[in-house]
């Protein structure tokens, strides 16, 4: 038995869930991919998958061995790779996980540009703000918010997350401008709280060098950043958004900024991988995509796209 191609088969079938499917990916008949398979079920002597008349899914043994297969075909892609990185293009999968805002709103309305220019790299992308564990879920790269914590993994600085305090012009006819932070103890929010841990996000001022926290009362929280933003623009109160998100509604006039003189905090946007993927071409070429993307983006420090 051939346990590398054991290993590619394993994974397809894995992942399409089906062993005609993956057979006819891979370019091979389908009683070759069921027959490598029960081979490799033999040779490790525990079941990969469970079968049923409709489905195929992975058993316990079968989950925790196909992390283990990802992680040991992708290195095996990175380090053929690396020896023909100035001769073809860099090929290969890439799995990533991006904030979902950022996702959405920025990154992947570029991604066909990343993928015309490297037609051989395969992506599979998700999506969430909850903390992904990169060597124990196979993930090549994220793109967080904030400082790094784990020591264990590489960060690369790509731009800046600005937030901005904004209201409607309703809201603040009807309520008044706060002119100091200490004026928004008579004002109302919109707030957000995190859906994993329910935690309402508090706003936060730079005042004369440093962070000022404050927690706003108010009538309604969400979870959600499109109705967050919608219920300021209806005049249910003041929320802190990101700029990007803002700024055109701060052009059309539809918000205005609030307390122009105490920004609110800004967090690093980083990529962020393992080390041993440093050395990936596959990586290494998303990577400075990206670093290039955010350092164009007009819409990411608000300015007014290019003409």
């Known amino acids: 038995m051939d346990r ?13 869930g089906s062993f005609s499917r993956a057979a006819d990916m891979l370019a091979i008949p389908k009683a070759s991919a069921t027959t490598i398979i029960q081979q490799l079920e033999a040779h490790l002597d525990i079941r990969l998958l469970q079968r049923t008349t409709r489905r195929l899914s992975l058993t316990a043994d079968g989950a925790a061995y196909y992390e283990h297969c990802v992680r040991i075909l992708g290195d095996i892609d990175a380090v053929e790779s690396s020896f023909h990185v100035n001769t073809r293009q860099p090929r290969g999968k890439l799995r990533l996980d991006f904030p979902a805002l950022l996702g959405r709103e ?3 309305p570029a991604l066909f540009e990343f993928q015309e220019r490297y037609p051989e790299i395969e992506l599979m992308v998700g999506m969430s703000d909850k903390p992904v564990d990169l060597i124990q879920e196979s993930v ?8 790094l914590q784990d020591s264990t993994l590489v960060a690369r600085r790509l731009g800046e997350h600005l937030m901005v305090t904004v209201a409607s012009p309703a809201y603040l006819e009807r309520c008044g401008v706060p002119q100091t932070t200490d004026d928004l103890q008579h004002h109302t929010a919109v707030n957000y709280f995190w859906g994993r841990t329910g935690r309402i ?7 004369d060098g440093r962070t000022v926290v404050v927690k706003m009362r108010g009538k309604i929280a969400v979870n959600d950043t499109a109705v967050y933003m919608s219920g300021c623009l209806r005049g249910l109160g003041l929320v802190q958004a990101p700029l990007f998100m803002a700024a055109p509604h701060l052009r059309s006039g539809a918000l205005v900024e609030v307390l122009p003189q105490h920004k609110p905090l800004s967090m690093p946007i980083s990529a ?5 993927r440093h050395l990936s071409p596959t990586l ?5 995509w990206a670093v290039e993307l955010f350092d164009n983006n007009d819409m990411l420090y608000g300015r007014e796209p290019a003409q």
């Open 4 to 16: 590398l191609q054991a290993m590619k088969v394993f994974t397809r079938v894995a992942e399409v």
């Open 106 to 108: 920025l990154l992947m």
């Open 140 to 147: 090549d790269c994220v793109i967080r918010i904030g400082e």
């Open 201 to 207: 996000m508090d706003m936060t001022f730079i005042v």
């Open 272 to 276: 962020v991988y393992p080390h041993n």
């Open 284 to 288: 290494r070429v998303f990577v400075d």
